[in-house]
């Protein structure tokens, strides 16, 4: 589920030697599934373990992760570099903002995953974000623009050179097209 580097658990292992015997670490993401999803590490004293926590073993510690977190940080790695500017430990939690769909889910549902952890987050540096409306029976997918991207000049840039060479590449048999079933209106809230 989670990858913790050896660099990272030597830190973790000097860090938890100040704090109560039996004291762990929790790893957790607060509004799972969502577009603010944020992943965070905590100290995890003895009493603070819930009997649905999933428990895993490391080097002089354990990390602990609550039930609503576990699905959202498969595939999450833990760091702990050191260079001229100092030391930084970094979470990285790709499936922290959508939880991941299995390779044999419905199409519908591996592209909404793809929405919101590929291209949604490429599209939020504009204020903007796509969903999914349909697929149709001609496999196309339908899609919803939003924030900033309803009205933006460069949309059908996006849709075309970018969103649809992804989802074809990634669906390739499956999906021979992306549709916009935006009305786009230009205003204030459109990046340029």
Same mark, same amino acid.
């Given at each position: 589920?989670?990858?913790?580097?050896?660099?990272?658990?030597?830190?973790?292992?000097?860090?938890?030697? #100040?704090?109560?015997?039996?004291?762990?670490?929790?790893?957790?993401?607060?509004?799972?599934? +969502?577009?603010?999803?944020?992943?965070?590490?905590?100290?995890?004293?003895?009493? /603070?373990?819930?009997?649905?926590?999933?428990?895993?073993?490391?080097?002089?510690?354990?990390?602990?992760?609550?039930?609503?977190?576990?699905?959202?940080?498969?595939?999450?790695?833990?760091?702990?570099?050191?260079?001229?500017?100092?030391?930084?430990?970094?979470?990285? /939690?790709?499936?922290?903002?959508?939880?991941?769909?299995?390779?044999? /889910?419905?199409?519908?549902?591996?592209?909404?995953?793809?929405?919101e952890a590929e291209i949604?987050?490429?599209? /939020?540096?504009?204020?903007?974000?796509?969903?999914?409306?349909?697929?149709?029976?001609? #496999?196309?997918?339908?899609?919803?623009?939003g924030g900033g991207c309803?009205?933006?000049?460069?949309?059908?840039? +996006?849709?075309?050179?970018?969103?649809?060479?992804?989802?074809?590449?990634?669906?390739?048999?499956?999906?021979?097209?992306?549709?916009?079933?935006?009305?786009?209106?230009?205003?204030?809230?459109?990046?340029?």
């Open positions: 589920m989670i990858a913790i580097s050896d660099a990272a658990q030597a830190h973790f292992c000097k860090l938890l030697e #100040k704090q109560e015997e039996g004291t762990n670490i929790r790893v957790f993401v607060v509004n799972p599934g +969502t577009p603010s999803a944020e992943c965070g590490v905590s100290y995890c004293p003895p009493d /603070a373990v819930e009997a649905s926590d999933t428990i895993l073993e490391f080097k002089g510690f354990d990390a602990v992760v609550d039930l609503e977190s576990a699905p959202f940080l498969h595939d999450a790695e833990i760091d702990f570099t050191t260079d001229q500017m100092g030391s930084q430990l970094t979470l990285k /939690a790709p499936n922290a903002k959508a939880r991941k769909v299995e390779d044999d /889910a419905p199409l519908a549902e591996r592209i909404g995953y793809m929405i949604n987050p490429q599209l /939020a540096s504009h204020g903007g974000k796509v969903s999914l409306v349909e697929i149709t029976k001609d #496999k196309i997918a339908v899609l919803q623009f309803n009205g933006c000049s460069m949309v059908d840039v +996006t849709l075309k050179d970018g969103i649809e060479k992804q989802m074809l590449a990634k669906f390739s048999g499956e999906l021979n097209g992306v549709k916009d079933a935006t009305e786009h209106q230009a205003g204030e809230h459109s990046y340029y």
